[in-house]
C-alpha cells in the first residue's frame, strides 16, 4: 500500500456555528448577530474559532453564549454537519466549520457580545432568502431545519414548544412550523393519537377555539422517543 506524503500545509481554520430556532407566534425563527466587520446589512450564524482543549460542542456552547449569552450546555447541541467549501469564507485561510443545531420554546432576550454589535430573532423565511447571511449559513440554516424536522419526527421534542395544556390544532402548528408547510389536521391527529404515551387526552376542553365546538385538551406523555416516527408526506407523493 503506497505511503502517503504531504506535500502542501494549508492554512486550515476549524469553526463552529450554531442554528438556534424558535418559534414567535407560531412562526419558526433563528437567531443570528451581525458581526462588527460584516457587510451592510447582513447577519451571520453565532459561531467562531476552536479553541484548544475544547470539543466541538463545547466550542460551540462557548461562542453562542459569548455572542449572543444564550446558554445551552454542550450535550443538548445536534452536530448538524461539516461545510468546508474552498470558498466559503476566504479570510485567512481555508475554512472548515461544524454546524449545531438548538432549540428552545421560550428564549430570553439575545445580549451581542464578543464581536457581535446587534443580535435578534429573524423569521427563517428571511434567513433562507439570498444574500441576508453571510458565507454558506444560508445552507447551514436549511439544513438545520431539516434536522430539526427529523428530531420532531422521532421524538416528543414538540411538545416543549406547547403550553402544559394544549390542543391537537396547537400542537399541529408546531409541526407545521418546523416542516414549512401546512398539514392535513385529520391526518395528523390520527397520527399523533395512535402513539401510545405521546400525548394523553384530558376531561377538559379548550375554550379558545374561534370556529367550531370546543377542542379537546391533551398534556403531555411520558414518551420521549416516538415509535413508529411520525412521518408527514407531501400531498402529491
Same mark, same amino acid.
Given at each position: 500500500?503506497?505511503?502517503?506524503?504531504?506535500?502542501?500545509?494549508?492554512?486550515?481554520?476549524?469553526?463552529?456555528d450554531t442554528?438556534?430556532?424558535?418559534?414567535?407566534?407560531?412562526v419558526?425563527?433563528?437567531?443570528v448577530?451581525?458581526?462588527?466587520t460584516?457587510?451592510?446589512g447582513?447577519?451571520a450564524?453565532?459561531?467562531?474559532?476552536?479553541?484548544?482543549?475544547?470539543?466541538?460542542?463545547?466550542?460551540?456552547?462557548?461562542?453562542?453564549?459569548?455572542?449572543?449569552? $444564550?446558554?445551552?450546555?454542550?450535550e443538548n447541541?445536534?452536530q448538524?454537519?461539516?461545510?468546508?467549501?474552498?470558498d466559503r469564507?476566504?479570510?485567512?485561510?481555508?475554512?472548515?466549520?461544524?454546524a449545531?443545531?438548538? $432549540?428552545?420554546?421560550?428564549?430570553?432576550?439575545?445580549?451581542?457580545?464578543?464581536?457581535?454589535t446587534?443580535?435578534?430573532?429573524?423569521e427563517?423565511?428571511?434567513?433562507?432568502?439570498?444574500?441576508?447571511?453571510?458565507?454558506?449559513h444560508?445552507?447551514?440554516?436549511?439544513?438545520?431545519?431539516?434536522?430539526?424536522?427529523?428530531?420532531?419526527?422521532?421524538?416528543?421534542?414538540?411538545?416543549n414548544?406547547?403550553?402544559?395544556?394544549?390542543?391537537?390544532?396547537?400542537?399541529?402548528?408546531?409541526y407545521?412550523?418546523?416542516?414549512?408547510r401546512?398539514l392535513?389536521?385529520a391526518?395528523f391527529?390520527?397520527?399523533?393519537e395512535?402513539?401510545?404515551?405521546f400525548?394523553?387526552p384530558?376531561?377538559?376542553?379548550?375554550?379558545?377555539?374561534?370556529?367550531?365546538?370546543?377542542?379537546?385538551?391533551?398534556?403531555?406523555?411520558k414518551?420521549?422517543?416516538?415509535?413508529?416516527?411520525?412521518?408527514?408526506r407531501?400531498?402529491?407523493?
Amino acid at each position: 500500500m503506497p505511503k502517503h506524503t504531504r506535500t502542501v500545509q494549508h492554512n486550515v481554520y476549524v469553526y463552529v456555528d450554531t442554528v438556534l430556532f424558535t418559534l414567535i407566534d407560531g412562526v419558526l425563527n433563528v437567531l443570528v448577530v451581525k458581526r462588527k466587520t460584516a457587510p451592510d446589512g447582513k447577519f451571520a450564524l453565532p459561531g467562531g474559532l476552536v479553541e484548544d482543549g475544547e470539543t466541538l460542542a463545547e466550542a460551540a456552547s462557548r461562542e453562542l453564549y459569548e455572542e449572543t449569552e $444564550m446558554e445551552f450546555r454542550p450535550e443538548n447541541l445536534l452536530q448538524i454537519g461539516a461545510y468546508g467549501d474552498p470558498d466559503r469564507d476566504t479570510r485567512y485561510g481555508r475554512a472548515i466549520s461544524v454546524a449545531f443545531l438548538a $432549540m428552545t420554546p421560550n428564549p430570553p432576550v439575545p445580549n451581542a457580545g464578543s464581536d457581535a454589535t446587534s443580535t435578534q430573532f429573524i423569521e427563517y423565511r428571511k434567513a433562507r432568502k439570498p444574500g441576508v447571511l453571510e458565507f454558506d449559513h444560508r445552507n447551514i440554516v436549511g439544513d438545520a431545519r431539516r434536522l430539526a424536522s427529523r428530531q420532531l419526527e422521532d421524538t416528543a421534542i414538540a411538545l416543549n414548544f406547547c403550553e402544559e395544556e394544549f390542543t391537537i390544532g396547537e400542537l399541529r402548528i408546531v409541526y407545521e412550523a418546523f416542516y414549512q408547510r401546512e398539514l392535513d389536521p385529520a391526518n395528523f391527529r390520527r397520527k399523533v393519537e395512535k402513539i401510545d404515551g405521546f400525548i394523553i387526552p384530558q376531561k377538559s376542553l379548550s375554550l379558545s377555539e374561534s370556529a367550531g365546538r370546543p377542542a379537546r385538551l391533551y398534556k403531555r406523555g411520558k414518551k420521549q422517543d416516538l415509535y413508529p416516527p411520525i412521518y408527514f408526506r407531501r400531498q402529491d407523493q
